[in-house]
């Protein structure tokens, strides 16, 4: 069958499978186009060049003018401008709301601008990387964003991937690879890739790279990271390719001097970019509350204009003729048409009842606060040299509301290191040899020349033991530590490393090359190992691999004396079920078990056996048999690996620390007392998920894990219920749980969901599919009943429902082995059926989906990658951090935030319904009450820097009361400070202040005369007076509203009342009317006004008796309302610890709590790679060298060296 054919039967079986990519063809893949939209096609195949930016020179001034003017309140004040431009309705100029207004859009723009330029800066370095690619039969250096599909790239030692490669060969034995994914996944442990055979053996030289002409046809780009389905067609030959072949971009190459490869997919089509989602414009749950905010002051604004404007028109017809002095030219325009002009001139005088420095001020508030997060040295990690930093300045508040937290595990909650901490030989317990950490002394390797410094151990009797040699057990745990493994050696300078496939392993094998047993190096069939000085060598007669069924490992060994053992390790329940009868130390290991457990370290089992020769050699042929069956080849192995792995003598336990990231355990347990609720979504295995839960005190002994295969059937009811009560839109599903099939299970309050990424796969095809099936007829059905549609929608949404609400219910999920696509759409699902504030925190590349999803993304700067510190709206050093930027900031900005937005609106809402009262008084003719210019300084001197002080600086308790009371923090979650009630009430407090600020003045000008016999009580005294109390008012307002009194905050109320009266007697001196007395009309009315004691008793009674009312209401909240709403309710601090304070239960064999340091391996080890000789380091043999030197060279320096022969 040729190349075309079986390309047709790809096409045909496996639509898609459509990408195909030709080696060394440029001009080839520059040809293909695809419909792109109507018409119109674009090139197949993307360059390199990635753009995470969202403008350029020509699209930022009119995108970032069209996301400016989404705002309403941008749009309404440019409608304004419009009005304000035609003569017959204005009464204001139009430049007046133009200047603020241009003023506002281009603050706003510069921010923007500013956050875009670092966003082209982060792609100009990346795009810009340098790379060696092929040109005709040599190698150049040309950079990322000019590689193209087909390129073959040559990468060398530490060199980042910069595309999705085939990997052709390398310079390692059979062209293995190693890489380091930390960019993608936070891992730092090694893994490997390996090149076909055909390409490893013919594609070497240059020339020979230059002359690869295969194709590849492989599925088209997608965002699954964990596996890859293609064919190489090449020398009338097909290749199945897989996930082991291919290099993904951002990965690291480890160990491995020089590596070749031909580009898959590059740029946008690669799987890490494809993993990224794109930029949403994120806006905060106040802001949106703020625009609906808008359109009901809007609304409110057309109503009062609307019914003044029918005043006006009732008013000339019933006393327009008695004043013609008001309407000059009444004969010539109807009262409809003067009602008409009246609605749009009222539209113009109270449009400052939505004031335009209210999102001035807005952002200023945010880019202060996001300052104050910048600057706070508790958030500083001095070991990296970095603090916290907020990469975007408007979701501070929204900090303040978080209720889920979707957390990443590897290099987020975990530093991914292991550290041998103390281990159980023979019933004794090691590395506890004093409680108090302050009298214990670390032993002292510099007596052993292969130590590598960095264990920390502290008990010296265990040294003494293996030093005396007087306890053969202790031997034999730290042999089977050396040899019982998957780990390869090299030696670098001098230094001896490891590779290790998982990170647990590395810590053994160090433990017992610090205490005297260093594995040195292996070959296909032997290990060499250095016992206390002493040089030794076993042959491997069999490798029984680790695999997360088997959960152990067994090696078969023969020493110089013929006698054969098989060594083990691995989890303590597979362990002690393999145990001989009567095995010694067995109740005391299990005891050291539990004690090693209730101190959350990784436990595992050590164990032997002796082997007579003549029972391996019968099980030897039978293996060897069952290895090279093709049908039931696994199933085969197991039973002969149970067979052997029998009878086995207990030899004692280790317990291994996987390393959290600083204060982890009591930042979570703060944030659950703040009622947060912390998934963890990452890509380890369950196993590993679940004991990191336990050790960060996400989970506890107490809950009940519900794993994720178990829960079908509740769903299936919960969905059913929520489809059958859509109408009622049911939120508590509590019935449903308490009679489901496992009603003790999901009714206890204290339960855990563990759920895996192939359940959330089978959970969204079948809610695709139960869609797709009602959809099948769905004409037909839609002319029978219209509702078909709706039902379809309804049952998905049911569906979904069904698994959030009951997820929701637990105390901690956990969902493991997840893709970053399920990150985000678990993410996603919690923010469509639940209206609460999400959160996600990550370090790598494959969180940033999740973290642009999430309503907040906070990225960790790790060791390693940045990818998703460049993808986050904050960025931490450490996660422990966290709980200060929420509990801290995150309250206090919420309640800045809140009392900003309550106290600018009352201020705003007390002037401009003063102009309404007037109105009544003023023939509805659109006459202010007050000056121009007091308007005009009203929102920008008089009352806006106390606003300002108020929500930069206020806090109602210090920051160390925030942590140490977290139940505080509720108040945000639950919307307490600002929404709809708190809105209807400011504007009720704002009518009523206007009433009180407007009347008593104009009741105490009727008929008062001076103390000079002159009358005071005309229209210009009465707007100084009016216009005084409103002043004071609101500035006492702001007073009481202040629970942190500050210098600054106290200057901006005195400047502020200050520059009321210094702008009042300069704008009404006789110096500036002469000058222009269009514009300045009040010639000495505040000395006239001020002159008289009337004047100044009557504010002092309107300020008094205005603030009556929020004197009231504060006291009647305070007694009444809600203890915890802005202010401190000290509680017992340990009143809501006492259950995480008690002590632990004792741990029971094959209980959930025990954990296992297996399930740390993530993937199947290097057995295969170490039996089959392919992972032994040799370099390809030049013409005459010696073909039989496959084994590694030993290091040098042994004293005594005892070389056993097989």
């Known amino acids: 069958m040729d190349k075309t054919q079986t390309q047709c039967m790809l096409t045909f079986y496996f639509p898609d499978h459509t990408w195909e990519v030709k080696a060394n063809n440029r001009t080839y893949h520059s040809q293909i186009k695809e419909p792109f939209f109507l018409c119109f096609k674009k090139r197949k195949y993307a360059d390199n060049e990635i753009k995470t930016s969202k403008y350029n020179v020509i699209t930022f001034l009119p995108r970032n003018l069209f996301e400016q003017f989404q705002r309403i309140a941008n749009f309404y004040f440019l409608l304004i401008c419009v009005l304000q431009s035609i003569p017959v309705i204005s009464t204001l100029p139009w ?481 002690y079920e393999r145990l001989r009868l009567n095995c010694p130390h067995k109740d005391s290991t299990q005891m050291a078990l539990d004690y090693f457990a209730a101190e959350t370290l990784r436990t595992l089992c050590l164990a032997y056996k002796d082997i007579e020769e003549n029972y391996f050699k019968d099980w030897s042929q039978r293996h060897h048999k069952a290895s090279v069956t093709l049908q039931n080849r696994g199933r085969l192995l197991d039973e002969l690996y149970e067979e052997i792995e029998t009878d086995l003598m207990l030899i004692g336990a280790t317990a291994i620390e996987d390393k959290l990231q600083d204060g982890v355990p009591e930042t979570i347990q703060n944030l659950k007392e703040a009622d947060i609720k912390i998934w963890v979504l990452t890509g380890d295995k369950k196993e590993t998920a679940i004991n990191i839960g336990y050790s960060c005190k996400l989970l506890s002994e107490r809950m009940v894990l519900f794993e994720g295969h178990n829960i079908s059937k509740v769903l299936e009811k919960l969905q059913r219920n929520n489809y059958r009560y859509k109408d009622i839109n049911i939120a508590n599903i509590s019935g449903a749980i308490s009679s489901s099939e496992h009603p003790d299970v999901l009714s206890c309050d204290n339960k855990a969901l563990i759920i895996t990424g192939n359940f959330l796969d089978e959970f969204i095809k079948q809610s695709k599919q139960s869609k797709r099936e009602k959809q099948s007829c769905w004409k037909l059905r839609t002319a029978i009943n219209p509702k078909t549609r709706e039902d379809v929608d309804s049952e998905e949404e049911a569906h979904e429902r069904a698994f959030v609400e009951l997820a929701c219910q637990c105390q901690a999920v956990i969902c493991c082995r997840v893709t970053p696509k399920q990150k985000a759409m678990v993410v996603q699902l919690v923010k469509k059926y639940k209206s609460a504030i999400t959160l996600a925190i990550g370090d790598g590349a494959n969180d940033v989906n999740m973290l642009k999803t999430a309503h907040i993304g906070v990225g960790i700067s790790g060791r390693e990658g940045m990818q998703a510190v460049l993808s986050s709206d904050y960025s931490l050093a450490q996660f422990r951090y966290l709980e200060r930027l929420l509990l801290v900031h995150g309250r206090w900005a919420y309640l800045r935030i809140c009392k900003f937005l309550r106290y600018f609106l009352y201020k705003t809402f007390a002037f401009s319904f003063v102009q309404i009262w007037f109105s009544f008084f003023s023939g509805f003719s659109c006459q202010s009450i007050f000056e121009k210019w007091c308007i005009t300084f009203y929102k920008i001197a008089y009352s806006w820097m106390p606003v300002l002080a108020l929500g930069i600086l206020d806090q109602d308790i210090s920051d160390n009361l925030s942590i140490k009371y977290p139940k505080l923090y509720k108040i945000g979650q639950r919307n307490e400070l600002f929404n709809y009630r708190i809105f209807l009430m400011t504007v009720c407090h704002g009518l009523l202040s206007s009433m009180l600020l407007f009347f008593i003045p104009y009741g105490a000008f009727l008929e008062v005369m001076g103390q000079d016999g002159t009358t005071f009580s005309d229209y210009q005294s009465l707007s100084v007076t009016v216009g005084t109390a409103v002043v004071l008012s609101v500035n006492i307002e702001v007073m009481m509203e202040v629970s942190y009194w500050t210098v600054p905050t106290a200057l901006s109320i005195i400047i502020s009342v200050g520059l009321y009266f210094c702008i009042t007697f300069i704008t009404q001196s006789p110096f500036l009317t002469r000058l222009n007395s269009e514009m300045f009309q009040f010639t000495e009315a505040a000395t006239n006004t001020f002159g008289q004691p009337y004047i100044w008793l009557v504010i002092l009674l309107t300020v008094t008796v205005s603030l009556i009312p929020s004197i009231t209401i504060r006291s009647i909240w305070g007694v009444f309302g809600s203890k915890n709403a802005g202010r401190a309710t000290y509680e017992d601090p340990n009143k809501g610890k006492q259950r995480s304070d008690n002590k632990t239960t004792p741990f029971r064999r094959n209980s959930t709590q025990r954990r296992s340091a297996y399930v740390f391996s993530q993937d199947k080890g290097y057995a295969d790679l170490i039996t089959s000789g392919t992972s032994i380091r040799k370099k390809r043999p030049a013409s005459g060298a010696d073909m039989d030197s496959s084994a590694q060279t030993v290091p040098k320096g042994e004293k005594d060296v005892v070389h056993e022969r097989v």
Not at 503 to 516: I, K, Y
Request: proline share 2%.
């Open 95 to 575: 430049y007046t709301t133009m200047i603020p207004l241009t003023f506002v859009l281009a603050v706003t723009a510069v921010k923007d601008l500013i956050d875009d330029i670092a966003r082209h800066k982060s792609d100009k370095e990346i795009n810009n990387r340098p790379c060696d690619i092929l040109d005709g039969k040599s190698f150049t250096t040309a950079k990322w964003k000019e590689l193209q599909v087909g390129d073959v790239v040559c990468l060398k030692k530490n060199d980042f991937v910069p595309a999705d490669l085939m990997l052709l060969s390398s310079s390692e034995p059979n062209s293995l690879c190693y890489v380091e994914t930390a960019e993608i996944d936070g891992e730092t442990n090694l893994k490997y890739r390996q090149a076909l055979s055909i390409t490893h053996n013919a594609v070497n030289t240059t020339d020979q790279l230059a002359q690869f002409d295969g194709t590849i046809i492989c599925e088209r780009p997608n965002c699954d990271l964990h596996s890859f389905t293609g064919t190489l067609f090449w020398k009338n030959q097909e290749f199945s390719l897989d996930n082991e072949k291919i290099l993904l971009r951002g990965c690291r190459i480890r160990n491995t001097e020089k590596c070749y490869g031909v580009v898959l997919f590059a740029g946008v089509d690669t799987k890490i970019m494809k993993n990224s989602g794109r930029y949403t414009l994120k806006k905060t749950r106040i802001e949106h509350l703020m625009n609906r905010v808008v359109l009901l002051i809007l609304l409110i604004l057309g109503s009062l204009s609307f019914c003044l404007a029918v005043g006006a028109a009732v008013w000339d017809v019933w006393f327009g003729s008695k004043a013609p002095y008001l309407v000059t030219e009444s004969t010539k325009f109807s009262p409809g048409y003067r009602g008409f002009v009246s609605f749009w001139g009222y539209i113009i005088i109270i449009n400052s009842i939505l004031p335009m420095s209210l999102y001035v001020t807005f952002e200023l508030l945010h880019v202060a606060q996001s300052f104050f997060i910048n600057w706070d040295i508790n958030m500083y990690c001095a070991e990296r040299d970095t603090p916290a930093k907020a990469r975007t300045t408007t979701l501070n508040e929204e900090l303040g509301q978080i209720k889920y937290i979707f957390s990443d595990k590897t290099g987020t909650l975990t530093q991914n290191i292991m550290a041998f901490k103390k281990c159980s030989i023979g019933g004794q317990i090691y590395g506890n040899q004093y409680d108090d950490a302050n009298f214990a002394t670390v032993v002292d390797f510099s007596w052993n020349k292969f130590a590598d410094g960095k264990l920390k151990f502290y008990d010296w009797s265990l040294l003494e033991m293996i030093r005396s040699g007087d306890n053969p057990g202790v031997q034999e745990f730290f042999k089977l530590l050396a040899i019982c493994h998957t780990v390869m050696a090299e030696e670098k300078n001098g230094q001896l490393t490891y590779q290790a496939a998982s990170p647990d392993e590395e810590a053994l094998v160090t433990a017992a090359r610090n205490f005297g047993y260093a594995f040195l190096s292996r070959t296909q069939d032997t290990i060499t190992v250095s016992e206390l000085g002493v040089q030794r060598t076993y042959t491997v007669l069999a490798m029984l691999d680790f695999n997360s069924c088997r959960k152990r490992m067994s090696v078969i060994l023969k020493d110089s004396e013929g006698k054969i053992k098989l060594y083990s390790k691995g989890a303590d329940v597979v362990i």
